[in-house]
């Protein structure tokens, strides 16, 4: 009998036994939903990342959007789970998300051995049959576009029935569908969004078969700039926009520049400056603490390996910035990680902002971070920065004047 093979073109025979394979995530999740220290909700994300999985690259890559979107939980509950799924051995966290990359996951294929080991197939199986049903959360009925195709996912999709065959008879082929030029025109601007808005500009436009051709190469030629420029979908015009401007007689568009990122370059271009990089070596000394607020992030530089971060914080004391301070912190790194659990352990950069940590520099001048609560000691004094050139309050440089509350 000639082996199947899965999606990623690999013999089942060959490699059911294998990590990753479709028969080791079907036991992963088997042992998950007999495990009753476990959600619904905590099953429904761990199927979505397993799901994910992909041999290639020895990880899943799920966003806690896409995982909130693909189980009908909220962000944060997706965070709550994806914590007690690696508190209970189920998953570990391979690499970080930072901007448009999404976090990676590594799941604990011998879950199933461990967990009936130490349980016991009978203990297990009589615990399943007297716990009482829990409530499913409710799911989204359409399910986001995962990052790669894989696994469960991938092996349901080649069941199903054939398709029917063409009406009137085996012989008769079947009849060609009607061309509607609104469509041509549609499929061939790209961004499909308010399709209501734009076949009602279309139609007030009624065009001949020679403007309708103008267009649609117009069309095509504007897909084709917005491609090339790498522009995010949602910085293309809507076509009713299109249509109405009558952007088909103009040039094409300008090279797209991401707004937020120009934003924080031209800020960060005005406002910091050099001795932001040297506030910690001039302010505190080793084996001092000082009390900071995260503020903001950018990426600076990405690649498969790695990725580096620009962090930018604030110094308080007793409520009251004394100064700011930007640290340049690469992922993975002891640095990165210690800065990651003393904001909270998140999962995501975005989540950053706006956390209290403890800033700490060593004896041996190393800088390290500690998570801030109400029952840590008081921050050691810490001398306030030299006042900006033609000013004469030390906070004016580092965020204005008056306390931050906390």
């Not at 975005?350 to 940590?357: A, N, Q, R």
Request: hydrophobic residues 35%.
């Amino acid at each position: 009998m000639k082996p199947l093979a899965n999606a990623k073109g690999q013999s089942t025979t060959a490699t059911e036994h294998e990590p990753g394979s479709l028969l080791a995530q079907w036991k992963l999740v088997e042992a998950a939903v007999r495990d009753r220290r476990l959600s619904r909700g905590d099953i429904a994300v761990l199927f979505r990342v397993v799901d994910n999985y992909y041999q290639r690259y020895g990880n899943s890559r799920a966003a806690p959007s896409y995982l909130a979107a693909g189980t009908g939980l909220t962000r944060r509950a997706v965070i709550s789970s994806i914590k007690r799924l690696r508190a209970l051995g189920y998953l570990e966290v391979d690499r970080i998300g930072s901007g448009t990359r999404p976090t990676e996951y590594v799941p604990n294929w011998r879950m199933h051995e461990d967990f009936t080991s130490i349980r016991g197939e009978a203990q297990i199986t009589s615990e399943v049959a007297s716990a009482s049903p829990q409530v499913a959360p409710e799911v989204n009925t359409t399910s986001p576009k995962p990052a790669y195709v894989a696994g469960l996912q991938a092996g349901l999709r080649k069941q199903g029935p054939a398709p029917p065959p063409p009406l009137g008879g085996p012989d008769e082929p079947p009849a060609a569908p009607a061309r509607d030029p609104f469509d041509e025109l549609w499929n061939a601007y790209g961004r499909k969004q308010e399709r209501n808005k734009a076949k009602a500009e279309y139609q007030k436009l009624d065009p001949d078969a020679t403007l309708h051709a103008k267009i649609v190469q117009a069309a095509v030629e504007w897909r084709a700039a917005y491609e090339a420029q790498g522009r995010p979908k949602k910085y293309w015009k809507y076509l009713h926009t299109w249509l109405a401007g009558e952007c088909w007689l103009e040039d094409l568009p300008e090279p797209y520049e991401n707004p937020k990122l120009a934003n924080t370059t031209k800020r960060r271009q005005r406002d910091v400056e050099e001795d932001y990089r040297t506030w910690l070596q001039d302010c505190l000394s080793p084996g001092e603490r000082v009390l900071a607020r995260f503020i903001d992030w950018m990426e600076i530089e990405s690649n498969e390996e790695r990725t580096e971060f620009d962090f930018d914080f604030a110094a308080l004391k007793d409520r009251h910035v004394i100064g700011r301070f930007i640290l340049r912190v690469v992922n993975p790194s002891e640095e990165f990680n210690q800065l990651w659990a003393a904001c909270g352990d998140d999962l995501w950069v975005d989540d950053f902002p706006g956390s209290l940590v403890w800033v700490i520099r060593g004896r041996d001048g190393r800088l390290g971070f500690k998570p801030y609560n109400e029952t840590n000691a008081a921050e050691p004094p810490v001398s306030p920065p030299p006042p900006a050139v033609g000013s004469s309050d030390a906070n004016t440089d580092a965020g204005g004047k008056g306390p931050i509350e906390i």
